[in-house]
């Protein structure tokens, strides 16, 4: 796929990409199907689609969010959303968090085919990441992973207190299932109203900033 076919794909999400960064995408693209073959990465196979649904959704926050300081990602997969993050806006630190080697293995390699810097790639789950270092995350993304409940219960302590955000990447299925199962926990950010993702009816990014101990529970604004 060339680059310009990616730039009209990408056309519906409003990214402003420069060559480089299309660049970067087509090597990512090219890595990821060249690796699909052997390890699970994504179940999309399909180029268009990887372009549209990991890409531009993981990209498509940046239209409503500034994106500085330090991404932590969790279950980063195949790396979306935190590194297709960290190519739409270089200067952020990314750390990214994968407990399986083999994906570990491949994240590390389109950090090198894509010459990106300020990557970490970690074996670690949130809950020991954060236990283990005292990290001020500016935001901390999830998307496509399986326990959201590690992921809220540990965010509340990571997040940087002023201006820190957890971003997730749900359908309203999962957001509502989010509220049944964990709705104390999703008491616990000021959510945002989630973002619509362009060219699907169900997916949001939901983004929530920690609420302060003291009026936790208060505020109300979770999935219905």
């Known amino acids: 796929m060339d680059e ?7 056309e519906p999400f409003r990214l402003n990409l420069d060559s480089r960064q299309l660049g970067q995408i087509k090597t990512y693209l ?22 549209t649904r990991h890409f531009g959704e993981s990209m498509y926050l940046k239209g409503f969010r500034q994106l500085r300081g330090t991404l932590l990602d969790v279950g980063s997969g195949a790396g979306f959303p935190g590194l297709a993050m960290k190519i ?6 990314a750390v990214l968090l994968e407990p ?3 994906k570990r293995a491949f994240l590390k390699e389109i950090v090198r085919g894509c010459c990106l810097d300020q990557v970490e790639v970690l074996g670690e789950r949130i809950d020991q990441f954060c236990a283990g270092r005292r990290v001020a995350a500016d935001i901390i993304t999830a998307r496509a992973v399986g326990g ?14 002023e201006d820190g955000e957890l ?7 999962e957001a509502a299932a989010l509220s049944k199962k964990h709705g104390s926990l999703m ?9 619509p993702i ?6 949001e990014i939901w983004c929530g900033a920690a609420v302060p101990r003291e009026t936790s529970g208060a505020n109300g604004n979770r999935p219905t």
Do not use: M, Y
């Not at 310009?4 to 990408?10: A, D």
């Not at 971003?167 to 299925?173: D, E, I, P, S, V």
């Not at 362009?198 to 997916?203: M, N, Q, T």
């Open 4 to 10: 310009s076919r990616i730039k009209r794909l990408l």
């Open 88 to 93: 739409a806006e270089p200067g952020l630190h």
């Open 198 to 203: 362009p060219l699907s009816h169900e997916r």
């Open 187 to 195: 008491e616990k950010f000021q959510w945002r109203t989630p973002i």
């Open 30 to 51: 090219d890595l990821l199907l060249r690796w699909n073959r052997a390890v699970n990465l994504t179940a999309i196979r399909e180029p268009d689609q990887i372009v």
């Open 167 to 173: 971003c997730l990447w749900l359908t309203r299925r």
């Open 100 to 102: 399986v080697g083999k």
């Open 148 to 161: 959201f409940g590690r992921v809220l219960s540990s965010a509340v302590g990571c997040l940087a207190p």
